[in-house]
Each structure stands twice: as C-alpha cells, then as structure tokens.
C-alpha cells in the first residue's frame, strides 16, 4: 500500500457513517492497525504488513522528501490538504491526509507500557522510535502539529456535519 491508501483506510476506521454523532477517539493499537491492512496485503507476516507501515509514515505523502522527520511531513501533508490537492498518484483524499501521523503520535501511550509518569510522553515516544527503528529526535516537536488536531476537528465537525463521526480537539502538546 502506498501511504494515502494506509492514510485512507486508518481514517476510514475512525470516520464512517456507523459513527455518525458520535465522538472519535483516535486510539488504536499496532495490531489493529495491521489488521485493518491484511486484506491488502496476500502472504506477507504481521511484522511486514506493521514494517510497511512504518516504512510510509517515514516516508510521508508523495512531495515530502526535504521534510526531515515524521511530524514535519504530517505538517506538509495539511498544506498540501488546505491547498486543495484531493488526489497524489491516482489515489483520492478522502480524508484529510495526516490522519495516519495523529494516529502515529498516538501510538507510542499505547503500545509503550513501563515505568514511566503518566505524563512522560517523550521517552514513550523515544522507546517507540528505537522499538521501530525509527531514528529521529521527536522530542518537543508536538506543538508542532497542533494545528492538524484543530483541523480534524474543523473537518470532523464542520465540513463533514459530523455525518463520519466527531472529533473534538483535545490539547495533546506536554
């Protein structure tokens, strides 16, 4: 799958008409994630389908090669959202196309269990990095994306009336 087809399938999890007025908790764990994919994939194992995963959310949208890290390509790929681009190599945004990056940043409280303080993001996200071979310095770059959490919201609510669900902007930044 190329990254838009892994943006669009992990949205349409959380925003479909079953949802409908109800309030969108972007919480989903590794597993599930992969088992949203395997119907895409034909004999690959459970850590190729996540390894493929990973290896586009890196990646970023089609465009973000000089956007150094993961949430400086969740950034370009709201730019590219607001400046109306709604197709990249034949496949259609359906939905906003950063949603993959939130749930990413999400990731690490879920999957990252240990010793840490309830508010200990960073080392989460940090063991999570290294968990998944991921080398880049994330540390205080939330505040960064903060504008795409209000942006789903907007779109959640606003645009889409709510018709896929409601995403009400909770600050995330530490």
Request: proline share 3%; glycine share 6%.
């Amino acid at each position: 799958m190329n990254f838009l087809e892994w943006n669009n399938h992990i949205a349409k999890h959380f925003f479909n008409p079953d949802q409908a007025g109800k309030d969108i908790h972007l919480f989903i764990t590794k597993q599930e994630i992969i088992n949203l994919a395997k119907e895409n994939f034909e004999e690959e194992t459970d850590q190729e389908i996540w390894e493929d995963y990973i290896r586009k959310i890196r990646n970023g949208l089609p465009g973000s090669n000089g956007f150094p890290d993961i949430f400086d390509k969740a950034i370009h790929a709201f730019h590219q959202w607001k400046k109306g681009i709604r197709a990249v190599d034949g496949v259609e945004l359906k939905y906003p196309p950063y949603i993959s990056h939130l749930v990413f940043a999400v990731l690490p409280l879920i999957e990252i269990q240990g010793d840490y303080y309830a508010t200990n993001y960073y080392d989460r996200l940090k063991d999570f990095l290294d968990e998944n071979n991921i080398q880049q310095n994330l540390r205080n770059k939330l505040r960064d994306i903060d504008e795409l959490w209000a942006d789903l919201s907007q779109w959640s609510i606003n645009t889409k009336n709510g018709e896929l669900g409601c995403f009400k902007k909770l600050l995330f930044t530490l």
